[in-house]
């Protein structure tokens, strides 16, 4: 099944709810699926904790959410109690960085989904719809739940104000999901349990159903004075202190000198998400049990795998794991603190800013159910009293390999056997094992096309054109005029493109149809797509994307142009992600676009104008003759140049002035203010003889632009 669910997941934009009893393998499939996927994605957990483990980060720190409960309504309410609606858009102003992460994710894994309220995943759907400007659910972000509703439920502080919104405080209970056709897929292939009438057991125990139970082999395990001797067994607690009562006891009575162990924290790394003691008290002959799997690669432990440590000092520490013969000098390892980043191509990159050092291991006579979530373990000793919560007798029960290894200190009971019917409900009405395959083939051609269509179209770019075209009234360019003749080539070609993407999509979803009724061959249609592709790529990247990239060129620099030219860079950049976008596209497993010469985005500004050059030179404060001698030209040909900047209002008075002799600026401004020469010729006779062309011409080109702007 995991290979068609991670088609399933990969090749459809189905939103899935992945569950399965204790030791099926949904971790395994989390693994595997985040190392294969080309999807964008990011994993967050309910928990700190969680999210450590889980490889990801938490739900309220990636998505900026309030801690109070939210109220789905416009009313009023009192803040002590929750945020409304209107107090949790406040919440969505993220930085620039952030809105573009959230903007290219494509899926959204969220681990032990069974702690999720459902007033928290409704925070989730509100703030990707906000940020992706999409009034889809979830901002049309594919949404993968995993974990197991029979174990540990939600943690709700303040119920009765939850229920006045929601059934139940399950996450399949938030409004988002009334509206998505969520799936539900049953992992049923138990791996830690083989005994089968164990299994049945657990089985009867996890769905609520007592008579199933089999109470009698189940009760035969009850010895309430028992002590283990030689064997190590771990004893399952349902709170902390209990089991940190039993550890510190079981310590103190061992001699031996006592060792401390602290933990090393860098970076970011909040208290509430350490995965282990800060400090750790140990001494020779303390049980032990591992707290992750072996990262060396050489699998001497797992998470869950029991140990005694045999001898230790300041420094070391040896012990003796289970089922081995040899002792084993232990080593710190880091947990990260990680955070999701957009890197320069576009990828989701994970960036690590905490880190927290200890050693994988902590004090095992006894572990609280919580802490026993994902564990495996040979010999278990539990109390499975009154004090229990509903989920907790499966989830303690199930962390056994088999039934003979646990020892029960109370009875188990019909009474302590809960039935959740909303969960039972939710899973029934929504599971599709059976269907994986159909559901797949129906909805993957529909998926791929439309994620080609949502990349390929253009239709953006209009009124990004246009909006540029707004920015350049009020720049003081070198050439209005080329300019304003640039704007109207590119809106043309735009409204070009735009009518073809317009096309191209119709055919599209007309040959898609005739696919799926048997009247059209998948190969034609990726020739179809590969030749658009090819189409919108060059004709994008040479008659807009170039020539804007040229202007950019000219621009570039230049003094009083910083707001033009960051618009300006803003459109070439997202014309740059466009394009490479176009690059990366799959149809299905087929790669679309063939790399060559001529694909080569090339984002490093063309040959800057001569002109562009002289200004540069002159805005560091050199002169006309300097600037005349580095480039190797006449005077005149530089003062030329400055032409352009007085006909774009850029040249100042106090810049005229370093260019041409204040004398002679006074000497022509006379002249402009009475006579009205038609030719240069004309003005050349009328000034004094040391005038020459170039400064007459740029005299005159910057009087006429300050007469006709004043």
Known sequence: MNSSLFDLVEQTNRSIFLTGKAGTGKTTFLNDFVQKTRKKYIVVAPTGIAAINAGGVTIHSMFGLPLRTFLPTLDRVDSDLGNNIVDLVQHFRYRKDKKKLLREIEIVVIDEVSMLRADVLDMVDYALRTVRRNQQKFGGVQMLFIGDLQQLPPVVRDEYI???????????????????????????????????????????????????????????????????????????????????????????????????????????????????????????????????????????YYNGKLAEITHLNNEEIWVRIEGSSEDYQLKREVWEHKKYTLGKDRTIEEEVIGGFEQLPIRLAWAVTIHKSQGLTFDRLIIDAGSSFASGQVYVALSRCRTLEGIVLKSKITPEVIFSNHEVEVFQK??????????????????????????????????????????????????????????????????????????????????????????????????????????????????????????????????????????????????????????????????????????????????????????????????????????????????????????????????????????????????QHQTNTYETLTEWKNALPVEFDFGEIRLLLTYFDHTKNHS
């Open 429 to 670: 009405q929504t599971n599709a094992n059976d269907r994986i395959e159909e559901i797949l083939e129906a909805e993957k051609y529909d998926y791929a096309i439309q994620k080609i269509i949502q990349k390929t179209d253009c239709n953006w770019l209009k009124n990004a054109i246009d909006e540029w075209n707004l920015h350049t009234r009020n720049a003081q360019l070198p050439d209005k005029t080329k300019v304003q003749n640039m704007y109207l080539s590119l809106k043309g070609e735009c409204e070009n493109l735009s009518n073809i993407f317009n096309k191209f999509e119709k055919i599209l979803l007309q040959k898609v149809q005739k696919y799926v009724s048997g009247d059209e061959n998948w190969h034609n249609i990726e020739e179809k797509v590969q030749g658009a592709i090819r189409f919108f790529f060059q004709n994008i990247k040479e008659k807009i994307f170039t020539p804007l990239k040229d202007l950019y060129a000219e621009t570039k620099g230049v003094k009083g142009m910083k707001g033009y030219n960051e618009d300006l860079k803003i459109i070439l950049d997202d014309l740059t992600d466009y394009l490479e976008v176009l690059k990366n596209l799959h149809l299905l497993d087929k790669k679309l676009f063939e790399e060559d010469e001529q694909s080569e985005i090339n984002t490093k500004t063309v040959k800057v104008p001569t002109h562009i050059i002289t200004w540069r030179l002159f805005q560091e404060g050199k002169s006309v003759t300097d600037i005349a001698k580095e480039r190797g030209v006449m005077n005149t040909t530089i003062i030329g140049h400055f032409s352009k900047f007085a006909e774009a209002g850029t040249l100042s008075l106090e810049d005229l002035k370093r260019i041409v002799p204040n004398d002679k600026i006074e000497v022509f401004k006379q």
């Open 162 to 300: 939850l229920k006045k919104y929601y059934p139940s405080p399950f996450f399949f209970d938030s409004l988002a999901l009334k509206e998505l056709p969520l799936i539900t897929v049953e992992l049923t292939k138990v791996y830690r349990q083989t005994d089968e009438h164990f299994l049945k057991i657990l089985n009867a125990i996890r769905e609520g159903n007592p008579y199933e139970i089999d109470f009698d082999a189940l009760n035969k395990r009850y010895n309430p004075a028992f002590e283990p001797n030689n064997e190590s067994f771990v004893y399952l607690t349902s709170h902390n202190k209990m089991a940190d009562d039993i550890n510190q006891k079981k310590l103190q009575e061992l001699k031996g000198q006592s060792y401390f162990f602290k933990a090393k924290i860098f970076g970011e790394f909040k208290e509430n998400q350490y995965p282990n003691d800060e400090v750790l008290e140990l001494k020779s002959g303390a049980q032990v049990m591992f707290i992750r799997n072996d990262a060396s690669g050489e699998r001497k």
